[in-house]
């Protein structure tokens, strides 16, 4: 099992070899037959010599191609922002990948393979790297590519080279939402200054504005996650953030107001700045209400003691319809008992029956109502052709 070097050729046994088609697959972890260095040295190994020796036979183990897989991506992701980015994501580095993924699927399809290594491979022209499954879609309409493109470099699409391993990688075909609020909380976190640059900040509108649509239902835990972006170039919390929902100008405000349209900062739980304007503040000192005042029930205790209980409470409801021009008044008694399970508060018991009904065949018009909700406004006082004068009458039915 040891090998023997010799200048430039190295010896090794037989059964610790594996033909040079493995190389991209385990050439890390395992000895590979350099057929192309055999034939400088006037040596062809032919298939006989491959079979005689059982190479043609043996494949490569499945530790091996996950280790190299994991090797693959160490050294991917380890000079992602090097020099030698550009050589790593040449067409060399392509057909490793590819080759790795292939070894993979076959071996998934034999049983063989219950867990696939997790990152997925993202090639650029200008940086190639490994990323998280979940960051990576494979959208079947080109419409769909194109959006998810401009979410690069927090969202990535599957490569047409690698659409075929769409099962073996178990992407999906759209992110989820929470993937895509996720978006916003890595860009927050990579924020330098505090402060986001264009390409954040349209990455974060973008994405709003897709969260934010009519089509879209997030659930109370993820609107507590959403951030957005404000006018002066942070990312917040929405519950912190504001929108412009007035036409006046407003003076120069402490407030954050989001750098998006209004219809989507309000639905992703942004406030309206008219509402933090008249949110009261507690006073530094101490007041009190100036002016005469009377509470509402002193007023109606006094006004019904100018209706004894009995046949004057009957008469003043009579007159009412008459003053309302009606031509037929009726008095109902209902003795029926309604339910006092689901009532607003205990004190409602007393309420749910029986009871005597007043109704009349007048037009009840909006002064009208307006009216009943002034105690002694005297309004018919002007009116020659209205029995009542001092605004009192309604009040009679709280007897």
């Not at 003691?305 to 021009?325: C, F, H, R, T």
């Not at 009532?343 to 009871?355: I, S």
Request: proline letters at 4%; charged letters at 25%.
């Amino acid at each position: 099992g040891s090998v023997t070097s010799t200048c430039d050729l190295k010896m090794a046994a037989a059964k610790d070899l594996y033909l040079q088609r493995h190389v991209h697959v385990i050439g890390s972890q395992k000895l590979v037959l350099d057929e192309t260095l055999l034939e400088r040295y006037d040596f062809k190994m032919t298939p006989c010599i491959k079979d005689m020796l059982r190479l043609s036979e043996k494949e490569p183990p499945l530790d091996s191609v996950i280790a190299q897989f994991q090797h693959v991506v160490a050294v991917t992701n380890g000079m992602a922002n090097s020099a030698d980015c550009k050589r790593l994501s040449s067409k060399q580095m392509e057909d490793t990948v590819l080759k790795l993924y292939s070894e993979l699927d076959i071996k998934k399809a034999a049983g063989m393979v219950t867990r696939l290594p997790e990152p997925i491979w993202v090639p650029s022209r200008t940086n190639c790297r490994f990323v998280k499954r979940e960051t990576v879609v494979a959208p079947r309409s080109s419409n769909s590519r194109e959006w998810y493109g401009r979410l690069v470099p927090y969202c990535y699409v599957l490569s047409d080279a690698l659409y075929k391993f769409k099962k073996l990688l178990q992407v999906q075909e759209y992110l989820q939402q929470d993937t895509l609020i996720d978006v916003l909380h890595h860009i927050r976190n990579e924020l330098s200054n505090g402060k986001l640059n264009s390409r954040q900040l349209d990455v974060c509108k973008f994405l709003l504005e897709h969260l934010g649509a009519s089509k879209l239902d997030l659930d109370a835990r993820q609107l507590d996650r959403i951030l957005l972006p404000t006018e002066d170039g942070q990312l917040l919390p929405a519950q912190e953030c504001t929108y412009i929902d007035c036409d006046f100008e407003l003076a120069a405000t402490t407030h954050h107001v989001a750098a998006l349209q209004q219809r989507v900062a309000r639905r992703l739980g942004a406030q309206p700045m008219t509402k933090r304007l008249l949110k009261l503040q507690p006073l530094a000192f101490s007041y009190k209400k100036a002016g005469q005042s009377e509470p509402l029930t002193t007023r109606l205790n006094n006004n019904l003691e100018s209706y004894p209980k009995g046949v004057s409470i009957l008469k003043e409801l009579i007159q009412n319809a008459d003053d309302a021009g009606a031509s037929r008044v009726c008095f109902l008694l209902d003795t029926r008992e309604h339910g006092r399970k689901t009532l607003f508060g205990p004190k409602m018991k007393a309420w749910q029956g029986p009871a005597l009904l007043c109704f009349n065949d007048a037009r009840f018009l909006e002064d009208d109502f307006k009216n009943i909700l002034r105690l002694g406004g005297a309004t018919k006082r002007a009116k020659e052709d209205k029995i009542g004068q001092f605004g009192l009458g309604f009040s009679s039915v709280y007897n």
